[in-house]
C-alpha cells in the first residue's frame, strides 16, 4: 500500500459547501428509501387517479361552497404526502442515524449532528413541494381541477402546514429509543391526525364535535387553510395560527429534549 | 515540545460504575501511543473524553494545545476519529461517504487514494448496509483519515479484519506515521501492539497501570524465558530451582516447564548435563508482551 496522498490544499472550502453536500446526499438517502415514497408519494398519486376515475365525485357540492369532493380531495392527499414524510418517514430515520451511532459519528467531524437533521428536514421539504406540484399538476392536466384560486394563500397555507408537520416530527425523533418505536409511534400519529383532514369523512360531513376537534388539528386547520384558499380567499387566521403554534412550540420543544445518542 | 496531547487525573463515572478512575497520558508529536486493557477497563471512556465526545467529572486534558470541550470546532479540523461503533446511513454509498465526508474539511486528504489504499476502490458503488464487517472498518478507518488531520484516535483499529487486510492496515497506519501523524490506538492485540507502538500504556480498572515501550514492559514483567523439555530420566526439581537465573519449575504431564530470565536456558542445560540428563523435545519460548500483560495485570486480554 502507498503512503497516502493528499489532495492540494484547497484555497478554502466554500462556506457552506458542506452543508449544501449534505442536503444532497440526505436527498439521495430519502429518494433512495422506497418505502417512505411508495407511502408518501405513490400511494396518494394513486389514489388521487382513482378518485378522479370516479364521476360520481365530480360533482358541485353545496357543503363546500361548490367544490366536488374530488376537488376537496386533492388538498388532502397533499396532506397525507407531508404527514407520512413528516412524521413517519423523518423521525424512522433519524431515529435509525441515532441507534446506528451516525449522529455520535458526525459530532467528532466540524460539521456536527444538528446540521445532519438540518439536512433531512431540508430533503424531506424538497420531496413534499415536488410531490405537492406533481398532485397539483396531475390533478389540473389529468382532471380539470382548477389550482387554488387563491395562489399565495395557498403557498402560505401549505409551507405552514409543511413547518407544523416537520416540527411535529422532530419533536416524535426528539426523545423516541429508537427506529422502530419512531415508526411505530409515526403511524399511531398519522391515522387520527389524517381522520381529522377528512380523509375518511369529509370534515363537512362529520358531527360539530368532531369538526371543532378537527379545527385545532394539525391537518384539520391546514385542510381549513386550503379550502379557504381553493375558494379565493387569504385563509382565515384562526387555521394559520393554529399551524404557526404547531411549528413553533414543537420546534422548540424538540430542539430542548434532543437526545443526541 | 509540548506533547499533543495531555491527560492529567481523568475521572469519569457513569450512574452505576466508575469507568475511568485517574488517568494521566502524555502522547508526543509523532509518536504511536497504543492504550492496552482487558474490555471495561476504561479504554473507550478514556478516547472519548480526549475526543470532546463525553464530558469528564475531573481532570484536564489538551489536545494540540486545545480543550477538547471549549475548542469543539477548531479540535475537529485536526484530529480524525475511529469510532467503535462508528456507522453510517445504510443507503449511503462507499464513495459517497468518502466524498462527503472530505468536503468537511479545510484541506482533507485524497478521497480516492484513501479509498484505493484500503481496498475499497472496487466497493466504490456499494451501499453501507451490503459491506462486509472488515469493509466497514477499513471505511471507518479512512473516513477517520480523510481530514488529513495532525492527530488520529483509532479505537479498536482492526477488529473484525483479516490477517491480510490487519497486516495492510499497519502498513497503511505505518504510511501515516511516517507523515509525522500522531495515532492514540486502542487495541486488544498484542501483535499490533508490538508491531506499531512506540509506547504502550497499560489500563486496568480505570487506572494507567503502566506506560513503557514494549520491550520495557515485557522486561518489566520479568518473564524472560519458558524451557519445556522431558528428562531422559527422573529429575530432582530442587536441581533446577535452586538455580539463581530460574524463576519457577512447574510439571506438565511428562514434561519439566523452567521459567527464567535470559540466562536460564544456560544455567539448566550446565545442570542437566553435569547430571547427565538428555533434556528431549526441548523448547524455548521468548516471553511475549501477552505474558508480560497477564503478569502485570493479573488478567487476560479477551480471546480474539
Known amino acids: 500500500m502507498s503512503v497516502l496522498n493528499t489532495a492540494p490544499p484547497r484555497a478554502a472550502a466554500k462556506p457552506g459547501s458542506a452543508t449544501w453536500r449534505l442536503i444532497k446526499a440526505e436527498s439521495k438517502l430519502s429518494i433512495r428509501d422506497k418505502m417512505a415514497l411508495l407511502w408518501g408519494v405513490g400511494i396518494p398519486l394513486v389514489v388521487l387517479i382513482i378518485l378522479g376515475s370516479i364521476p360520481s365525485l365530480r360533482k358541485p357540492n353545496e357543503d363546500t361552497g361548490g367544490l366536488t369532493t374530488f376537488d376537496v380531495y386533492v388538498p388532502v392527499l397533499i396532506l397525507f404526502n407531508l404527514a407520512i414524510l413528516a412524521v413517519t418517514a423523518l423521525p424512522t430515520t433519524l431515529a435509525g442515524y441515532r441507534e446506528n451511532g451516525v449522529l455520535q459519528r458526525m459530532r467528532t467531524t466540524p460539521i456536527g449532528p444538528a446540521r445532519v437533521l438540518t439536512a433531512q428536514l431540508v430533503a424531506n421539504f424538497a420531496i413534499a413541494l415536488v410531490a405537492m406540484i406533481l398532485f397539483l399538476a396531475v390533478a389540473g392536466l389529468g382532471f380539470g381541477v382548477d389550482l387554488p384560486q387563491h395562489l399565495f394563500g395557498f403557498a402560505v397555507a401549505w409551507l405552514l402546514a409543511a413547518a407544523a408537520l416537520l416540527a411535529i416530527g422532530l419533536l416524535l425523533t426528539a426523545r423516541v429509543p429508537g427506529r422502530s418505536v419512531a415508526s411505530a409511534m409515526g403511524m399511531v400519529l398519522f391515522f387520527p391526525m389524517m381522520f381529522f383532514a377528512g380523509l375518511w369523512v369529509p370534515i363537512s360531513e362529520m358531527p360539530a364535535v368532531l369538526q371543532n376537534i378537527s379545527r385545532y388539528t394539525p391537518l384539520g386547520a391546514g385542510m381549513r387553510a386550503f379550502q379557504d384558499a381553493y375558494l379565493g380567499h387569504f385563509p382565515s387566521v384562526l387555521p394559520l395560527l393554529t399551524l404557526a403554534v404547531y411549528a413553533v412550540g414543537c420546534s422548540i420543544i424538540a430542539v430542548r429534549w434532543f437526545r443526541w445518542e | ?304
Open chain 2, 1 to 304: 515540545m509540548p506533547p499533543v496531547i495531555e491527560v492529567r487525573n481523568l475521572h469519569k463515572r457513569y450512574a452505576d460504575k466508575v469507568a475511568v478512575d485517574d488517568v494521566s497520558l502524555t502522547v508526543q508529536e509523532g509518536e504511536i501511543l497504543g492504550i492496552l486493557g482487558p474490555n471495561g477497563a476504561g479504554k473507550t471512556t478514556t478516547v472519548e473524553c480526549i475526543e470532546g465526545l463525553r464530558t469528564p467529572d475531573r481532570g484536564e486534558i489538551k489536545v494540540l494545545g486545545l480543550d477538547p470541550l471549549r475548542d469543539r470546532a477548531e479540535l475537529t479540523r485536526r484530529l480524525g476519529v475511529q469510532l467503535q461503533a462508528g456507522q453510517l446511513p445504510e443507503r449511503l454509498q462507499v464513495a459517497e461517504a468518502l466524498e462527503l465526508y472530505s468536503s468537511f474539511y479545510p484541506r482533507p486528504a485524497d478521497w480516492r487514494g484513501l479509498m484505493h489504499d484500503l481496498g475499497l476502490t472496487d466497493k466504490a458503488k456499494t451501499r453501507y448496509a451490503k459491506l462486509s464487517g472488515g469493509q466497514k472498518q477499513r471505511l471507518s478507518i479512512a473516513l477517520a483519515l480523510v481530514g488529513n488531520p495532525r492527530v488520529a484516535i483509532l479505537d479498536e483499529l482492526t477488529t473484525g479484519l483479516d490477517p491480510q487486510a490487519r497486516r495492510d492496515t499497519w502498513d497503511l497506519i505505518e504510511g501515516v506515521r511516517s507523515r509525522g501523524v500522531t495515532i492514540v490506538l486502542v487495541t486488544h492485540f498484542m501483535e499490533e501492539a508490538e508491531r506499531l507502538c512506540d509506547r504502550l500504556a497499560l489500563i486496568d480498572a480505570g487506572r494507567v497501570v503502566m506506560v513503557d515501550t514494549p520491550a520495557g514492559l515485557t522486561e518489566r514483567a520479568r518473564i524472560g524465558q519458558r524451557i519445556q523439555f522431558r528428562p531422559s530420566r527422573p529429575l530432582d526439581d530442587s536441581l533446577l530451582t535452586s538455580l539463581p537465573d530460574v524463576s519457577g519449575v512447574t510439571r506438565r504431564g511428562e514434561l519439566v516447564v523452567v521459567s527464567g530470565n535470559d540466562n536460564a536456558l544456560n544455567a539448566v542445560t550446565t545442570v542437566l548435563a553435569r547430571n547427565q540428563i538428555v533434556a528431549e523435545r526441548l523448547r524455548v519460548e521468548q516471553a511475549s508482551l501477552e505474558d508480560a500483560f497477564v503478569r502485570l495485570t493479573g488478567k487476560r486480554l479477551d480471546p480474539h
